[in-house]
Nanobody, 121 residues
Framework: VQLQASGGGTVQVGGSLRLSCSAS????????VGWFRQTPGNEREFVAA????????LYADSVKGRFTISRDDAKNTADLRIDSLKPEDTAVYFC???????????????WGQGTLVTVSS
């Protein structure tokens, strides 16, 4: 199983980015997909998730209204649209996939490598 996150970069405050997570080696449509982020010295934190069927989404309070998660099972991808970027959004962003019904904190979570988002003021 491989998850590949891409789309990070340096953006000015108020700008937008689209991160993409490409998956292979799994039946993508049976996995929920999540995005997490981490800054130096801090634990990885949850950002957003989407159900395997794409019929439900969940967002951290800090990103509600600014981040939008979506998926395209035909392409085995899941995107995170980030609008109105703030300096505190600077972090390494990771995508992850977990089988239906499993916990993000348990076994069976697949992680991709991170992509760095830097918001400059």
């Amino acid at each position: 199983v491989q998850l590949q996150a891409s789309g990070g970069g340096t953006v000015q405050v108020g700008g937008s980015l689209r991160l993409s997570c490409s998956a292979s080696g799994l039946t993508f449509s049976t996995y929920a997909v999540g995005w997490f982020r981490q800054t130096p010295g801090n634990e990885r934190e949850f950002v957003a998730a989407i159900t395997s069927r794409g019929d439900g989404t969940l967002y951290a309070d800090s990103v509600k209204g600014r981040f939008t998660i979506s998926r395209d099972d035909a392409k085995n991808t899941a995107d995170l649209r980030i609008d109105s970027l703030k300096p505190e959004d600077t972090a390494v962003y990771f995508c992850a996939a977990v089988p239906d019904g499993k916990s993000w904190s348990g076994l069976g979570v697949y992680w991709g490598q991170g992509t760095l988002v830097t918001v400059s003021s």
